[in-house]
């Protein structure tokens, strides 16, 4: 099983309107957790992260965890073309290495 | 901008052949690390440092081998590569703390790796 849980995605979704991505984890000691945004053929940029059982919002951004049921979301609101990318969320547990989920690729249609 | 420079950014080397990518940083960071992406795998951790000549492996870190001499630059060595280690690699480094305690990564902008 691995340890973070993403759908692959196409997440298809029309401009304007808001985006659910989500991740499930297996380890419940996990600490803290990331979202990362991934244009094709860049790096991976941090957009949120989360430790708190609850919502956090940036912008157009809102993070929301779970640890109860093991999993954290991401909401992304009024989608805008240049949301399009692939997400990945992922987590740190004790210690200093994150596991990454394999990313959902998200595209915002005009 | 974290200062990160990954060296070759695209390199084709053949089956068997050693292969060497190396990860600089301005930054005085503590924590260095070596990712490979794959189609479907996301990021994978290969290795990772926590200070000079302390390193420890990740989940995929049969094959490949790292070094970290002096505190900018973190090595990762393809002893003899294989077609199976074709991939994107990335550097990370492990920012200070933030007042969360967490310490995000920024990573480098890639090496592109074709074994043939």
């Known amino acids: 099983q691995k340890e973070v849980e993403q759908n692959s995605g196409p997440l298809s979704v029309p401009e304007g309107a808001i985006a659910s991505l989500n991740c499930t984890y297996s380890?419940?000691?996990?600490?803290?957790f990331f979202w990362y945004r991934q244009y094709s053929g860049k790096s991976p940029e941090l957009i949120m992260f989360?430790?708190?059982?609850g919502d956090k919002e940036d912008g157009r951004f809102t993070a929301q965890l779970n640890k109860a049921s093991q999993y954290v979301s991401l909401l992304i609101r009024d989608s805008q073309p240049s949301d399009s990318a692939t997400y990945l969320c992922?987590?740190?547990?004790?210690?200093?290495?994150?596991?990454f989920g394999g990313g959902t690729r998200v595209l915002v249609k005009p | 901008d974290a200062g990160i420079t990954q060296s070759p950014r695209h390199k084709v080397t053949e089956t068997g052949t050693p292969v060497t990518l190396r990860c600089h940083q301005t930054?005085?960071?503590?924590?260095m690390y070596w990712y490979r992406q794959d189609p479907g795998h996301g990021l994978r951790l290969i290795h990772y440092s926590y200070g000079v000549k302390d390193t420890d492996k990740g989940e995929v870190s049969d094959g490949y081998s790292v070094s970290r001499s002096k505190t900018e630059d973190f090595l990762l060595t393809l002893e003899s590569a294989t077609s199976s280690q074709t991939s994107v690699y990335f550097c990370?480094?492990?920012?200070?703390?933030?007042?969360?305690?967490?310490?995000?990564?920024?990573f480098g902008e890639g090496s592109r790796l074709t074994v043939l």
């Open positions: 989360i430790y708190s059982n």
């Open positions: 380890d419940r000691g996990s600490q803290s």
């Open positions: 930054e005085n960071h503590r924590y």
């Open positions: 990370a480094i492990r920012d200070r703390a933030t007042s969360s305690g967490t310490g995000e990564l920024f």
């Open positions: 992922a987590w740190k547990a004790a210690g200093n290495k994150l596991t």
